[in-house]
């Protein structure tokens, strides 16, 4: 029995990990690679906006990132991934560029 509550701890640990890891936050990122950029406090209406059309719960303009984050993103949301960065042009992907229509 004692082996048994052994196994099923650490899964059951690594199951909540995963199922909260869902629901974090995120970087969008556009087809190309970059993050949805934004201007810090300037543009945080527009990211909420553009998280909250997209799936999440909420979304603001990082500081540090120069890049919308989004709050609870739904699990179809492509995220940034620092090891995977394809990105060459911030310009073309501020947060207004994907309002307009």
């Known amino acids: ?3 048994l ?3 099923i701890l650490p899964i059951t ?3 909540t990990d995963v ?6 936050e995120g970087y969008p990122v556009a087809e190309n690679g970059c993050r949805i950029s934004c ?3 300037d543009q945080e209406k527009e990211c909420k906006e553009y998280c909250t ?3 999440a719960t909420n979304g603001f303009c990082d500081d540090d990132a120069c890049a ?3 709050d609870e993103i739904p ?3 492509t995220v940034w991934l620092p090891r995977k960065v394809t990105c060459e042009s911030w310009n073309q992907n501020l947060v207004t560029e994907f309002l307009k229509d």
């Open 1 to 3: 029995m004692k082996y």
């Open 5 to 7: 509550i052994l196994v």
């Open 13 to 15: 640990m690594l199951l």
């Open 19 to 24: 199922i909260s890891y869902r629901l974090e």
């Open 39 to 41: 201007i810090p406090n």
């Open 53 to 55: 059309k997209n799936g």
């Open 68 to 70: 919308c984050l989004c």
């Open 75 to 77: 699990d179809d949301m």
